[in-house]
């Protein structure tokens, strides 16, 4: 790969080690993706609490005798845990991302050095 084939309509572009460019992390916009983040995680942490929920079905019999109480069963659908499982790591790994989107769009200030 030579030069030309490096360049985009704006010119070329500068390693990310140069001084005098460093890259560009900290973006106030950053705050805006981490609030609709958040309200991702919130819906899927909803989906995965509806998921679990689908998951048990309670059955009840009637009782075997007179005077007994029903017996109740409860069946566990697998692929209703795992979607609620899934859905409940997804939501986790959109807060964490969530997270860093807002240190990132904060300003950080180095410290000074001392002369």
Same mark, same amino acid.
């Given at each position: ?10 010119? #070329? ?14 973006? #106030? ?7 609709? &983040? ?21 059955? &009840? ?6 005077? &007994? ?30 997270? @860093? ?12 050095? @001392?002369?």
């Amino acid at each position: 790969m030579n030069a030309q084939q490096t360049t985009t309509a704006a010119g #070329p572009q500068p390693p990310a080690g140069v001084p005098g460019h460093p890259p560009r992390l900290h973006q #106030p916009w950053r705050a805006y993706v981490a609030v609709a &983040e958040l309200v991702l995680a919130a819906l899927l942490v909803a989906a995965a609490v509806w998921a679990w929920r689908r998951g048990m079905v309670v059955v &009840e019999f009637p009782p075997f005798r007179d005077g &007994e109480a029903p017996q109740r069963v409860v069946r566990y659908l697998g692929q209703w845990l795992a979607s609620g499982v899934g859905l409940g790591l997804l939501a986790g790994v959109a807060l964490l991302d969530a997270i @860093r989107q807002l240190v990132l769009s904060s300003r950080v200030r180095g410290r000074r050095r @001392r002369h």
